[in-house]
């Protein structure tokens, strides 16, 4: 098969899930939650998660599967569906970039607004914002499985979420702030249910290391078939 002509793939109004992306994080097992850190500290890296669409994750997974059958050796094995199917009919991926490879710091993803103007270089993306995002990808097979690594390059901003104020306490009856009181010297933020960020820390795998699935036997076929039909039965899986 042919390689594909863009070695980039654009994915659009997609919204970002715990992204770290202002600069570089790592996993502390100590604290349990990811943290942020030098770029030449071990395992840091720029990362994000996604929900798109099924025609978004269509469209990401026939490139991904055609990038994949591009580089593909003779004893890689058949790639399968890397999405996780979320309750809401969507899917959810990560794409990420290492902060350093062989002791030379990367470029850090830009961060672009809606019009294309490049951000600040601290700008915080947020998570629930609706975003554009460019990514490269890296096929591979190794001892720990084999896949799909997407890169993160950039992310442009269509619709920026507000930031949810986390709070540890569950409502309760009591005291309410009524911010139509005039006696009130400052505004106070109200607990709102938000998603921490340590919350997505079940995946602390670095690129290029997905979760193990186990192998399931494949009935014998006469015809194998079409990659287009296999994605589609992947996407309508249960």
Known sequence: MAEPQNPQFTLKNVTALYPRINRPYRYDAGERRSVPCDALDDGAD??????????????????MSETYEAKRKSNWPDLENPFEKAEDGTFIYK????????????????????????????????????????VTAIPYSARIGNGVSLRLRAVQVIDLASK?????????DGFEFDPSNTFADETVKRP????????DEGDTVAEAEPTKRESKPKAKADKKPALADVVDGWLDED
């Open 95 to 134: 794409a990420s970039l290492k902060a350093a490879y062989n002791g030379e710091k990367t470029k850090k993803p830009g961060q672009f607004d809606a019009k294309a103007r490049a951000l600040p270089a601290d700008f915080e993306l947020t998570t629930g914002s609706v975003v554009n995002i460019a």
């Open 192 to 199: 709102a249910p938000s998603l921490s960020l340590d919350e």
């Open 164 to 172: 949810a104020e986390y709070s540890p306490f569950e409502a309760q």
């Open 46 to 63: 720029y990362s994000m998660k996604f929900k798109m669409d099924k025609k978004t994750a269509k469209g990401l997974l026939d490139w």
